[in-house]
């Protein structure tokens, strides 16, 4: 699956993932005042919302992206309903033939593990026969456990062929609290060195176990909000890509973004949500209107694809 | 809800959850045959079974216990079908009075937790209307994102009296690999101490703002499979309920635990998953049979108790 993000990502010429986190308040009146008429004032209702506002999204931007990555708290807040609405999500933009990332944080236990990585990368037994869950491409993985809590993923990768990004440096502004960390090197030289380096070479290493064809089924989470920590940690993980979150309405900017990638290019996506889903509720793309607001999306991933074009050229 | 728990330990006189971590191994064959029967070998047949089966643990048990602790995992590996059935069996421990806290090991950045939080723990707006997700009492909380990812779960805590455990010293063989992490003080003095005691002093601190009247709602999750720590945490975090999984299976002893309790005997509840749900797969309780399984449940449950409670008779 790796193999086929980095081809996708060379076609499009679009290292750019589109963040599907549809809250209420990013759905244009009119297509929750449908889902409502329809349903009610209902989880069900919003659902119905969320889902017709992601299919005109998907419909606009399709051609011009690699693949997408749907924040699943976004529909868990709607309980079963919304998670209904995050599994044709998923389907729907697979039979678009992007590749679906699936922002789901997951990460316990070996065993429970386990149970999250075959819900959403593999197949689970029920009696002699193996059915899919949510099936998504990609997973986000929370490293906190420690590697029993990471391998049973990398197991099911190997299986299905498909990937994780594992957090190393998120891009919130409280990240530093734990990942920054300094701890002490266990080799007894006693160097310091903050902690998302550290997990930053295990990403290194779990990925050196599982290669597709230049990079790794193993990648990194790392915020377009650091780009510092982002220089260091392209030269220790130099085979993983790096999902870069936090562009546009977190903060960060094109020129932001030129350390994650590798010098041919490749080595990382970046991730727009908000600025892409909802464009229309910005100034600069006002003119379209809520009406059409799927075709400021798509404005706005042209916008954002030429930023970081120039950005990755200016660096020549 | 901290005050409701406390209560409810006191008056079964069992500091004990019961895991509802049902995976098809664990649920008797005459169960998944009557479902599959009915679903074929779907998701939808394999929640049907793990439905029955924790329905009829949780009749077995209930009047024993003051809590149950369904893995959320172990229903999402069957993806939504598998959610219905999480559903189903928060709100049938709901109708039968135990607290319900949903081991979800949830946390992303600041927006996204909020979604979590409020899909676990509270409301959602849809509309003028306010609707409920799934609604558990508690949830279990990932730290690795930082306070931002943690305090809109402790927002929505305050708002509908619920409360959360957060991580901190995870009961696995490689927990110890971020979490052990030997850090530096960041006030200047060069002390060097553990991650986990790091974040306990959080737990701590994030605490202090929302008490019940003898304990916290923000609670921690720490390991049974490290004492020591334990002792080490119940100084640090002396107001916040620790939730101890790890007894039994994984290997946690009741006279292990008794440095998770505060003097006044409480503070600790402590969670057993599998040595209870498939008491009926083990040789003390094979005697009970598989059709018998949620009999066996019951005399585990009170082996627990018994076994808990000498440990703490024996301290003193």
């Given at each position: 699956?790796?193999?086929?993000?980095?081809?996708?990502?060379?076609?499009?010429?679009?290292?750019?993932?589109?963040?599907?986190?549809?809250?209420?308040?990013?759905?244009?009146?009119?297509?929750?005042?449908?889902?409502?008429?329809?349903?009610?004032?209902?989880?069900k209702?919003?659902?119905?919302?969320?889902?017709?506002?992601?299919?005109?999204?998907?419909?606009?931007?399709?051609?011009?992206?690699?693949?997408?990555?749907?924040?699943?708290?976004?529909?868990?807040?709607?309980?079963?309903?919304?998670?209904?609405?995050?599994?044709?999500?998923?389907?729907?933009?697979?039979?678009?033939?992007?590749?679906?990332?699936?922002?789901?944080?997951?990460?316990?236990?070996?065993?429970?593990?386990?149970?999250?990585?075959?819900?959403h990368?593999?197949?689970?037994?029920?009696?002699?026969?193996?059915?899919?869950?949510?099936?998504?491409?990609?997973a986000?993985?929370n490293?906190?456990?420690?590697?029993?809590?990471?391998?049973?993923?990398?197991?099911?990768?190997?299986?299905?062929k498909?990937?994780?990004?594992?957090?190393?440096?998120?891009?919130?502004?409280?990240?530093?609290?734990?990942?920054?960390?300094?701890?002490?090197?266990?080799?007894?030289?006693?160097?310091?060195?903050?902690?998302?380096?550290?997990?930053g070479?295990?990403?290194?290493?779990?990925?050196?176990?599982?290669?597709?064809?230049?990079?790794?089924?193993v990648?990194?989470?790392?915020?377009?909000?650091?780009?510092?920590?982002?220089?260091?940690?392209?030269?220790?993980?130099?085979?993983?890509?790096?999902?870069?979150?936090?562009?546009?309405?977190?903060?960060?900017?094109g020129?932001?973004?030129?350390?994650?990638?590798?010098?041919?290019?490749?080595?990382?996506?970046?991730?727009?949500?908000?600025?892409?889903?909802?464009?229309?509720?910005?100034?600069?793309?006002?003119?379209?209107?809520?009406?059409?607001?799927?075709?400021?999306?798509?404005?706005?991933?042209?916008?954002?694809?030429?930023?970081?074009?120039?950005?990755?050229?200016?660096?020549?």
């Amino acid at each position: 699956m790796i193999d086929r993000l980095v081809e996708k990502i060379k076609k499009t010429q679009a290292p750019v993932v589109v963040g599907l986190d549809p809250t209420m308040k990013l759905v244009p009146g009119h297509i929750q005042q449908q889902a409502f008429a329809e349903y009610g004032e209902t989880t069900k209702g919003a659902a119905e919302a969320i889902w017709q506002f992601n299919k005109a999204i998907v419909d606009a931007v399709y051609d011009l992206i690699p693949a997408v990555k749907p924040q699943i708290a976004m529909y868990e807040q709607f309980g079963v309903e919304g998670l209904i609405a995050f599994q044709k999500t998923v389907e729907y933009c697979k039979q678009k033939g992007l590749i679906v990332i699936g922002d789901v944080k997951r990460g316990d236990i070996g065993s429970t593990s386990e149970a999250y990585a075959v819900g959403h990368l593999g197949r689970v037994r029920v009696g002699n026969t193996m059915c899919g869950g949510f099936d998504e491409d990609f997973a986000t993985v929370n490293p906190y456990l420690g590697s029993d809590g990471v391998k049973p993923f990398i197991k099911v990768c190997q299986e299905e062929k498909k990937g994780i990004f594992v957090l190393v440096k998120t891009s919130n502004p409280s990240s530093g609290e734990l990942q920054d960390r300094l701890v002490k090197e266990e080799d007894g030289n006693g160097r310091e060195r903050p902690l998302y380096e550290l997990v930053g070479e295990q990403v290194a290493k779990w990925g050196s176990e599982c290669m597709g064809d230049s990079y790794s089924y193993v990648g990194a989470v790392v915020g377009a909000t650091y780009p510092e920590q982002g220089r260091i940690l392209r030269d220790i993980m130099p085979k993983a890509y790096i999902l870069v979150p936090g562009y546009g309405a977190q903060g960060g900017k094109g020129s932001d973004l030129v350390h994650f990638f590798n010098k041919d290019g490749l080595g990382a996506i970046v991730n727009s949500s908000r600025g892409i889903i909802a464009a229309y509720q910005q100034e600069q793309y006002a003119k379209y209107g809520a009406e059409n607001f799927a075709d400021a999306s798509r404005a706005a991933v042209l916008a954002m694809k030429e930023d970081i074009g120039q950005a990755l050229a200016a660096r020549g």
